[in-house]
C-alpha cells in the first residue's frame, strides 16, 4: 500500500505570511514528487515537481524534499488570498504502472485578508 | 504548453443514457492518461489508466463495462459512462503524462467534466 499522509487541514494563515505543508510517503523507493493546487469546483494544478533532496525555489513556492525522512514540504512566502485553495501532493514510485501518482487527501489553505 | 482540454465541461443527462467524455492534450503527445473521479469534499480516485493503442488498467472496484475507455491516439483518449445513473454523478477528471527531463514524468490534469444523472 503506497500511503501519502497530509494534515487535511484547514490551515489558516494571514495575508503575508509563510504557508508551510507537509507530506509524508510511505514508499522509499518513491522517484518524483508533485504539488498540485485546486481550487474550489476546479481541476489540479501542477504548482511544483521535485525529484532531489534539498530546496527547489519557484518564484513565492518553495518545495522541500526529504527522503530519508521521506517527506516533502511546500512552502508558500508572502501568501495572498488568491493563494486559498486544497493543496496535493503526489508521488510517484520508481517502477508504478504507467507512471501513476499516488494523491494525498489534500491540505485546504485559507490566506486571510 | 502541456496543455490539456476535456469536452464537455458539464453534462446533464437522463438515467439509463450514455455518455461520452473527450480528453486531449493540445501541444505533447500523452503515452499515457489517467482518468479520475471526485466526489464534492472528496480526494481524487484513479478510474482507470489508459495507454495508447492498448487496453485500459482499471482500478479494483471500478466496473470496466459501466467505465469504457478508448485511448485512440497520442493526443485523444475518451471515457464513456454507459447506462448512467444517479449515482454516477460526479466530477470527472483525466490527466495526460508528459515524458520530462530525466523520464521523470509530470501530470497535467484536463479541466474537468461535472455529471450530473437525473
Known amino acids: 500500500q503506497k500511503e501519502v499522509e497530509q494534515n487535511s487541514g484547514p490551515l489558516s494563515v494571514p495575508e503575508g505570511a509563510i504557508a508551510s505543508l507537509n507530506c509524508t510517503y510511505s514508499?522509499?523507493?518513491?522517484?518524483?514528487f508533485f504539488w498540485y493546487r485546486q481550487y474550489s469546483g476546479k481541476s489540479p494544478e501542477l504548482i511544483m515537481s521535485?525529484?532531489?533532496?534539498g530546496d527547489k525555489e519557484d518564484g513565492r513556492f518553495t518545495a522541500q524534499l526529504n527522503k530519508a525522512s521521506q517527506y516533502v514540504s511546500l512552502l508558500i512566502r508572502d501568501s495572498q488570498p488568491s493563494d486559498s485553495a486544497t493543496y496535493l501532493c503526489?508521488?510517484?514510485?520508481?517502477?508504478?504502472?504507467?507512471?501513476?501518482?499516488?494523491f494525498g487527501r489534500g491540505t485546504q489553505l485559507t490566506v486571510w485578508p | 504548453g502541456a496543455v490539456v482540454s476535456q469536452h464537455p465541461s458539464r453534462v446533464i443527462c437522463k438515467s439509463g443514457t450514455s455518455v461520452k467524455i473527450e480528453c486531449r492534450s493540445l501541444?505533447?503527445?500523452?503515452?499515457?492518461m489517467f482518468w479520475y473521479r471526485q466526489f464534492p469534499k472528496k480526494s481524487l480516485m484513479l478510474m482507470a489508466t489508459?495507454?495508447?493503442?492498448?487496453?485500459?488498467?482499471?482500478e479494483q472496484g471500478v466496473e470496466k463495462d459501466k467505465f469504457l475507455i478508448n485511448h485512440a491516439s497520442l493526443t485523444l483518449s475518451t471515457l464513456t459512462v454507459t447506462s448512467a445513473h444517479p449515482e454516477d454523478s460526479s466530477f470527472y477528471i483525466c490527466?495526460?503524462?508528459?515524458?520530462?527531463?530525466?523520464?521523470?514524468?509530470?501530470?497535467?490534469f484536463g479541466p474537468g467534466t461535472r455529471l450530473t444523472v437525473l
Open positions: 489508459s495507454n495508447e493503442g492498448s487496453k485500459a488498467t482499471y
Open positions: 501541444d505533447f503527445q500523452a503515452t499515457t
Open positions: 503526489a508521488v510517484k514510485v520508481r517502477g508504478s504502472t504507467l507512471g501513476r501518482l499516488y
Open positions: 514508499d522509499r523507493v518513491s522517484q518524483s
Open positions: 521535485i525529484y532531489s533532496n
Open positions: 490527466s495526460a503524462r508528459a515524458a520530462g527531463r530525466d523520464g521523470m514524468a509530470e501530470q497535467f
